[in-house]
């Protein structure tokens, strides 16, 4: 006997910074709607990203300044971290948002949270494997995909020996590495590398590009990584592990560098190569959603897949995966479903930050993208050094760089490595969005002695040779 499914007006996938508001925007519009989460409520950015990672951020911060507490007339005793004080410190943040975000969701009428592991049986139907065990049957008109991504796991000879950590799990030890050996120099391996060599671990670094974060300008990668240097990262750059394999109660990798092969021994191994989408868990095919050929779920710019009824949002999708941009996704489809707007991703600015200390802001072109694209553009840099308020503070490592167009006085990008970098960046955005030339921010009166400030004496430090 056929099993009838039970039928709900939307379903969302994915308790996610899309899904989860998005849900709750479903059901108060008067659809009686099911959200559908595998782990938890909160997505990644509550659970192991932005949330977790930036409050163990934070304690290591409290670390390197006091360690740093001579340099401003303050006399403390030898730094010691407590990690599992950390790490619970963590928890409890972590646990508190979460079960506040899963109580509204419960509370929330025509709304129907529901744990367990979904997957498309045929269009616009799913089975729910529960995580009390069981399935259900579901089926909705209109369905809403934000089931994110988790760590990638490289393709390394050996790995299968030893437990290595990732993402995830690195936030979760109660005692400091002795020696972590860091595969990757992506945002995320950097973040995790600063903080632990801040908590007290010897840290190496082996990526396999030439430099660090290789989207940035060359400029800004090195600036970048003489600074991790300098806070005592070894970085072994344009190298891959070849190989892998228990060593005592620790690991040995080789590597294969540019000089030759190196063994490297460390006391733990964190995979940080990037992250993998789990939209390839859902059986897209079942529900005739098309997919590119990595994987990931086309959509047009309203974020609708070749179903029509189906949307995808976030880390299943081509594009960035940010947390503001999944959010940002959930306001696009809020606009247009609910409320029968006609919001796009066409055009959308894409900001970020990098939560090293201190701060890689982003938003817009790059001077390299900017010549690529046949721009004439003069470009604006300043060290930090030069900026009043990080002089007084004692952060003055960095620099701040605009990208003009140099036939309209527009802002094109910026890139902010410094201080609160991602404050700084947030009001060239604006004034991006709002087509304020530099000019104006030359001009404009701050208050004294801000950051912001900076932005005076920035338009008018020019590279004479960055003209094209």
């Not at 590495?177 to 391996?189: C, F, R, S, T």
């Not at 470009?379 to 140099?406: H, N, Q, S, Y």
């Not at 802002?411 to 030339?437: F, H, S, T, W």
Request: glycine share 10%; with cysteine.
């Amino acid at each position: 006997m056929a099993i009838i499914p039970e039928r709900f007006d939307a379903i969302v996938l994915g308790a996610g910074q899309a899904g989860g508001p998005l849900s709750t925007a479903l059901a108060q519009s008067g659809r009686h709607t099911a959200l559908i989460e595998e782990r938890f409520v909160g997505g990644t950015c509550i659970n192991d990203g932005c949330t977790p990672t930036k409050t163990m951020a934070a304690s290591a911060r409290v670390a390197y300044l006091a360690r740093r507490a001579s340099d401003f007339g303050v006399q403390t005793g030898p730094v010691k971290v407590d990690l599992g004080a950390v790490v619970e410190r963590k928890r409890a943040l972590v646990e508190s948002w979460r079960d506040s975000s899963q109580r509204r969701m419960e509370q929330t009428p025509d709304m129907d949270l529901i744990f367990g592991h979904a997957r498309f049986t045929g269009p616009k139907t799913l089975e729910i494997n529960l995580n009390a065990g069981g399935t259900r049957q579901v089926v909705a008109e209109q369905i809403f995909i934000n089931v994110g991504a988790r760590p990638q796991r490289p393709a390394i000879p050996g790995l299968e020996t030893i437990t290595p950590l990732d993402s995830t799990s690195v936030m979760e030890l109660n005692e400091l590495p002795e020696h972590l050996l860091v595969v990757g120099g992506g945002y995320v391996a950097l973040e995790f590398s600063q903080m632990f060599r801040r908590f007290g671990s010897q840290v190496t670094i082996i990526e396999r590009m030439q430099r660090l974060t290789p989207r940035e300008d060359v400029d800004v990668s090195e600036a970048l990584a003489n600074m991790l240097r300098e806070d005592g990262i070894e970085l072994i750059l344009g190298s891959e592990i070849s190989g892998v394999g228990p060593v005592g109660p620790g690991v040995m990798a080789e590597v294969k560098t540019a000089a030759g092969q190196r063994f490297v021994a460390a006391s733990h191994l964190l995979l940080a190569a990037g992250r993998t989408s789990n939209v390839d868990r859902l059986d897209l095919a079942a529900a005739g959603i098309e997919s590119d050929e990595r994987g990931l779920i086309k959509v047009n710019p309203r974020l609708e897949t070749s179903v029509p009824g189906v949307f995808a949002m976030g880390d299943v999708k081509d594009g960035p995966w940010f947390t503001h941009i999944s959010y940002d996704d959930f306001r696009i489809v809020r606009t247009n479903v609910i409320e029968g707007g006609n919001a796009s991703t066409a055009g959308r600015m894409v900001p970020y930050t990098v939560f090293t200390d201190p701060q890689l802001a982003r938003i817009g072109l790059s001077v390299a993208e900017a010549r690529a694209a046949g721009r004439k553009i003069r470009v604006a840099k300043m060290p930090m050094a030069w900026v009043a308020r990080a002089i007084e503070t004692g952060e003055t490592r960095g620099f701040l760089k605009a990208v003009v167009d140099a036939d309209n006085d527009q802002i094109l990008g910026c890139a902010i490595l410094g201080v609160d970098g991602g404050e700084l960046m947030a009001m060239l955005q604006i004034a991006m969005l709002g087509n304020v030339p530099w000019t104006t921010l030359r001009n404009m009166v701050f208050a004294h002695p801000t950051l912001a400030e900076s932005l005076n004496n920035l338009f008018g430090n020019w590279e004479a040779e960055a003209a094209s």
